[in-house]
């Protein structure tokens, strides 16, 4: 069965609000190829399906209970009319980026699709991802080198230049009193989002991890932990999850040492966070990366108390996995090397996979 993207389920994905997580998957890319603008950056702008299926349910629900209009109006923040919509929405239908070859798609379709590039044109334009790195991502997802090649030259030469920069919300005001551990006793990850807000300032997305982690798709917010560290995160989808950030990076503004990183991790867990043996990765088999990162498994029971209300699978664990270049959707920007660049923190446990590897 062909890969090809099918640009309503890219539409409802989007919707959803995913987050950009640390670890990959070690079978196959996200399905839903996407490409994208100016000049050389590398990374794929594939939307991933969400990696935790207890929010999925919640993320279809309130998808399709109320906020149909959120991709059009996403659409219109940034520029894009139908018009342009329809110019794209031609060239994927030539190039099997629609509904399958042959298959004309229709003006909500081509819509879907156009959500998804709106966030690659950004990303490539802060520098999170490259022209490259989209095609091959485009190719691995099932697109032939031709196919690939004829809508990232569409994206950079006639769609992006008319995509507007995303424009964030102000920032809060704060009185940054808040205590060193929440009501759970949580120092960070799991915790609310009114205790980061008390405790931590907040900081512009763009300017602190756009770069590093890329432009976000939904609420998002970013938290300045030192002079050199800053927190990113983007809220989950999962009513249940919405207040509450169990999966953030963190960013340091040039590589760490892992006593550091360490430090670091362990100031955003519980305190009764342990930590056990780590665990190499690399970068799944399809990734046109090569990289690897350092996993990082965390025991602390405050942690399974924490999401056990949260109506998230309740795990007694934390994971970190730490990245000396950077993380996409691919797997890691080069090796690691021991220095740390983004830890990728979250709730449970991170495991190999079926193939007994560690992906990154």
Same mark, same amino acid.
């Given at each position: 069965?062909?890969?090809?993207?099918?640009?309503?389920?890219?539409?409802?994905?989007?919707?959803?609000?995913?987050?950009?997580?640390?670890?990959?998957?070690?079978?196959?890319?996200?399905?839903?190829?996407?490409?994208?603008?100016?000049?050389?950056?590398?990374?794929?702008?594939?939307?991933?399906?969400?990696?935790?299926?207890?929010?999925?349910?919640?993320?279809?629900?309130?998808?399709?209970?109320?906020?149909?209009?959120?991709?059009?109006?996403?659409?219109?923040?940034?520029?894009?009319?139908?018009?342009?919509?329809?110019?794209?929405?031609? @060239?994927?239908?030539?190039?099997?980026?629609?509904?399958?070859?042959?298959?004309?798609?229709?003006?909500?379709? !081509?819509?879907?699709?156009?959500?998804?590039?709106?966030?690659?044109? !950004?990303?490539?334009?802060?520098?999170?991802?490259?022209?490259?790195?989209?095609?091959?991502?485009?190719?691995?997802?099932?697109?032939?080198?031709?196919?690939?090649?004829?809508?990232?030259?569409?994206?950079?030469?006639?769609?992006?230049?008319?995509?507007?920069?995303? +424009?964030?919300?102000? #920032?809060?005001?704060?009185?940054?009193?808040?205590?060193?551990?929440?009501?759970?006793?949580?120092?960070?990850?799991?915790?609310?989002?009114?205790?980061?807000?008390?405790?931590?300032?907040?900081?512009?997305?763009?300017?602190?991890?756009?770069?590093?982690?890329?432009?976000? @798709?939904?609420?998002?917010?970013?938290?300045?932990?030192?002079?050199?560290?800053?927190?990113?995160?983007?809220?989950?989808?999962?009513?249940?999850?919405?207040?509450?950030? @169990?999966?953030?990076?963190?960013?340091?503004?040039?590589?760490?040492? /892992?006593?550091?990183?360490? +430090?670091?991790?362990?100031?955003?867990?519980?305190?009764?966070?342990?930590?056990?043996?780590?665990?190499?990765?690399?970068?799944?088999?399809?990734?046109? #990366?090569?990289?690897?990162?350092?996993? @990082?498994?965390?025991?602390?029971?405050?942690? /399974?108390?924490?999401?056990?209300?949260?109506?998230?699978?309740?795990?007694?664990?934390?994971?970190?996995?730490?990245?000396?270049?950077?993380?996409?959707?691919?797997?890691?920007?080069?090796?690691?090397?021991?220095?740390?660049?983004?830890?990728?923190?979250?709730?449970?446990?991170?495991?190999?996979?079926?193939?007994?590897?560690?992906?990154?």
């Amino acid at each position: 069965m062909s890969r090809n993207r099918r640009a309503a389920v890219t539409a409802l994905l989007v919707a959803a609000s995913l987050a950009v997580g640390g670890c990959g998957s070690d079978t196959e890319p996200s399905t839903a190829r996407t490409s994208t603008v100016p000049e050389d950056v590398t990374k794929s702008a594939s939307v991933a399906a969400p990696k935790d299926e207890s929010n999925s349910d919640d993320a279809s629900a309130e998808t399709t209970a109320g906020d149909d209009t959120s991709i059009e109006d996403a659409l219109a923040a940034a520029g894009v009319d139908d018009s342009l919509v329809n110019r794209l929405g031609e @060239i994927g239908d030539a190039n099997n980026y629609g509904l399958g070859e042959g298959v004309k798609t229709g003006l909500e379709d !081509r819509r879907g699709l156009a959500v998804t590039q709106v966030d690659a044109c !950004r990303n490539v334009a802060v520098g999170y991802q490259t022209w490259e790195g989209i095609r091959s991502a485009d190719e691995a997802s099932g697109a032939s080198e031709d196919q690939a090649a004829a809508m990232a030259d569409f994206l950079r030469t006639e769609f992006c230049p008319h995509v507007a920069p995303l +424009k964030e919300a102000p #920032l809060p005001q704060q009185t940054l009193d808040g205590a060193a551990e929440d009501d759970l006793g949580g120092r960070g990850l799991a915790s609310p989002l009114t205790w980061w807000d008390a405790r931590y300032p907040r900081v512009s997305w763009a300017k602190a991890c756009a770069a590093q982690t890329g432009m976000p @798709i939904g609420d998002s917010v970013a938290y300045r932990l030192a002079k050199d560290e800053v927190v990113c995160a983007t809220l989950p989808f999962a009513t249940s999850l919405k207040e509450h950030l @169990i999966s953030v990076d963190v960013v340091f503004s040039s590589p760490v040492d /892992e006593d550091r990183a360490r +430090k670091s991790a362990l100031a955003l867990l519980p305190s009764d966070a342990s930590a056990t043996e780590p665990t190499e990765g690399t970068n799944p088999d399809w990734s046109y #990366l090569g990289g690897g990162c350092l996993n @990082i498994n965390f025991r602390t029971a405050t942690m /399974e108390a924490m999401t056990d209300g949260l109506e998230k699978d309740a795990e007694p664990w934390a994971s970190a996995v730490y990245y000396s270049d950077g993380a996409t959707e691919d797997g890691a920007v080069g090796d690691y090397t021991g220095e740390v660049k983004q830890i990728s923190l979250s709730t449970g446990a991170n495991e190999p996979g079926a193939s007994g590897e560690l992906t990154c």
